[in-house]
């Protein structure tokens, strides 16, 4: 199996004068949600999709807790999962509050064995149906 991309034209975001350049954008088909990640593990599997779904569901509950509680999670194969504070600094200590931090992320940092299976797949050049955007809205040269 390949990964599909088709080419699109794109501006600099750093210097919008600049000429526009051409860059390969990965293909988005669409998104899959427990439901159908639990059938098509079913199919591969001996669990049946009532199984398959009941993990998934406790899977993410968990993962809700532990990222919750402080814990990083590592899912092996997959990668680690863990909390992110972004905020405002504050001069000292003292006059730090919980109101200079903005907001809670999750940062993701894909296992080395799923990023080299990704890296080893090919590549497949389709072109770009009209009137879609023709992939991810990734930005320019940042490995799309």
Do not use: W
Not at 87 to 105: S, Y
């Amino acid at each position: 199996m390949a990964i599909k991309y088709c080419v699109v034209e794109r501006a600099n975001p750093q210097d919008r004068e600049a000429p526009k350049k051409f860059y390969a954008s990965a293909v988005k088909r669409g998104s899959m949600g427990l439901d159908g990640l639990a059938e098509r593990i079913s199919e591969s599997s001996t669990a049946s999709k009532a199984d398959t779904l009941l993990v998934l569901t406790a899977l993410s509950t968990q993962l809700q807790l532990l990222l919750s509680e402080g814990y990083s999670v590592k899912l092996q194969g997959l990668g680690s999962l863990r909390v992110t504070l972004n905020g405002i600094g504050a001069d000292t200590q003292e006059e730090f509050g919980v109101h200079l931090i903005r907001k809670p992320n999750i940062r993701f940092l894909p296992d080395k064995e799923l990023l080299d299976r990704v890296k080893r797949t090919s590549l497949e050049r389709v072109p770009r149906s009209v009137g879609s955007s023709g992939g991810d809205t990734g930005n320019p040269g940042q490995g799309e």
